[in-house]
């Protein structure tokens, strides 16, 4: 497994990637606001889903403008390159999250959609990057078998927020994403509000409208 933890390293290879690691830590910012903007009346899974479904928006507005798209095949919320072979999916991580002296795992089990994307990575890694067609084969391989999927890991801890994008290669018995190629520790967020600073995405360029004014008779 390779693991870039040091600043030049990691801005390096994010560089690589087309991303930005101070887009990324706004990203999670505005998901750790909308956890903490939720109150005891809202339903128990709500905070934690509120965050994610604004990181997941977070995510696309500051990459939509770059040429990146949207998926929501199958209900599973990416963000998918230009050129179509990296995509982005957004989880809540366990305590080992952002630690280099820890192996993460999700915190909740994932579904079949992560578990397909976790197999299409192992087959890529296996037989190289992009993926080689099998020789006589009938079926052509998918856009989903094409690309590798990562993941945007992010857990609440006390007093700062940790993360990372990391590439995954395995899930245990319980559903859980255990397993890593890849990890792209990111800076830990502090949760002080009095640095907790969030800057938005930039609009897109608008044209300049002019409008004539002609006084009435």
Known sequence: MQTHLEHRDVQSRLAQLGLDEEKLAQIVKRGYLAFTNCTPNDPPLYPGFSAWA????????????????????????????????????????????????????????????????????????????????????????????????WILLVHRAQGEVRCELSLPT?????????GWRERIILGAIPTDPSVLEITPPSPPDQPDINVDVKRRA
């Open 170 to 178: 395995s899930m245990g018995l319980d559903g859980r994403v255990d």
């Open 54 to 149: 604004t990181m997941v928006r977070a995510l696309r507005e500051y990459l939509l403008p770059e040429g990146w798209e949207r998926c929501d095949d199958n209900n599973y919320s990416l963000v998918i390159n230009p050129e179509g072979n990296m995509a982005i999916a957004v989880a809540t991580g366990d305590d080992a999250t952002g630690r280099n002296d820890a192996q993460p795992t999700t915190k909740s089990s994932k579904g079949p959609s992560t578990a397909e994307a976790v197999i299409s990575n192992q087959v890529q890694l296996d037989f190289g990057f992009p993926l080689i067609e099998v020789p006589g084969s009938t079926r052509p391989a998918s856009d989903e078998e094409k690309r590798m999927t």
